[in-house]
């Protein structure tokens, strides 16, 4: 049985993560890696001529809107050029990856929700035919056997819907349950910020250390992504994970760094231990 291996999360916002995939290929014990590829598909979308549409749900949430053809377009970002890329690099760097989608071989699935009801201009829409969804399952037996193999795995959305169809699933939130179901005792969550900031418009304020008790009280002050990233934390933690790391991406050894204590650790209880 391979022993628990560290999982790291590569943030779409990178535009470059050489120092973190070369963290990355030079960590000895096994690891997984999760990579999102928001930017890549937002300036597709553009090229294209069909520009990302966000919504936001009755709740307050705001998603991106994925029908059938930002699907395609999902599918040729996440798993084509981010993914390939990706694996392109660290093959360079002298190490095995496989790159996968989340739903390949069923390892994630999930349940779609195609109608969505959302507010615009005060208003409240019903929208049709949308591909995003919730992760309820992962069947780590390919993983294991990635690993058990000597590879990496380089995985990214979309997650398999009960439905047969793809399904749009949050990175940060697939990194968690691929923490869980893999036993993890670490995941690293990698960005183009410092940590978790405690006042979005003070890139001095990164919260060195907290625990699952205090993620209530750092939500009140997160917006857009960081409040996503906050709910992957919880989630990971509540599943089991020993210790989140919300760090920075950029740079010479951001991963060496994150291990070392550096970003916004997150951990079940009070007492600290990275």
């Known amino acids: ?17 050489s120092g973190l995939l070369d963290d990355i290929a030079a960590f000895g014990a096994p690891l997984i890696v999760v990579h999102g590829a928001h930017r ?13 549409r966000f919504v936001t749900s009755v709740a307050g949430a705001t998603s991106r809107y994925t029908d059938d ?62 591909h995003t969804g919730s992760i309820e399952q992962v069947d780590t037996t390919l993983l294991h056997t990635l690993l058990q193999g000597g590879l990496l795995p380089v995985l990214c959305p979309p997650a398999l819907g ?19 179901a893999m036993g993890a ?11 978790f900031l405690a006042d979005a418009a003070d890139p001095s304020s990164t919260v060195d250390r907290a625990c699952a008790d205090d993620l209530a009280g750092l939500a009140g002050s997160a917006q857009g992504r960081a409040r996503v990233k906050l709910t992957a934390v919880g989630r990971a933690l509540s599943g089991g994970v020993g210790s989140v790391g919300l760090c920075d991406g950029r740079g010479a050894h951001p991963l060496q760094a ?10 079940r209880s009070a007492v600290v231990a990275v």
């Open 69 to 130: 053809a930002a699907m395609d377009q999902f599918l040729m970002a996440y798993c084509g050029q981010a993914n390939k890329r990706l694996v392109e690099q660290l093959l360079w760097r002298g190490v095995a990856p496989v790159g996968l989608a989340a739903m390949d071989g069923g390892m994630v699935r999930g349940r779609r929700r195609a109608d969505l009801r959302v507010r615009e201009d005060g208003r409240t829409l019903v929208l049709h035919g949308d």
């Open 162 to 180: 009960h439905d047969g169809t793809p399904i749009n699933v949050d990175g940060d939130r697939l990194a968690a349950e691929v923490a869980i």
């Open 40 to 52: 890549i598909l937002d300036d597709l979308a553009v090229r294209l001529g069909t520009p990302p």
């Open 185 to 195: 005792e670490r995941l690293v969550i990698a960005s183009d910020t410092a940590g």
């Open 1 to 17: 049985m391979t022993r628990a291996p560290l999982v790291v999360k590569i943030g779409g916002s990178l535009t470059d993560p």
């Open 258 to 267: 994150a291990l070392a204590g550096a970003g916004s650790w997150f951990t």
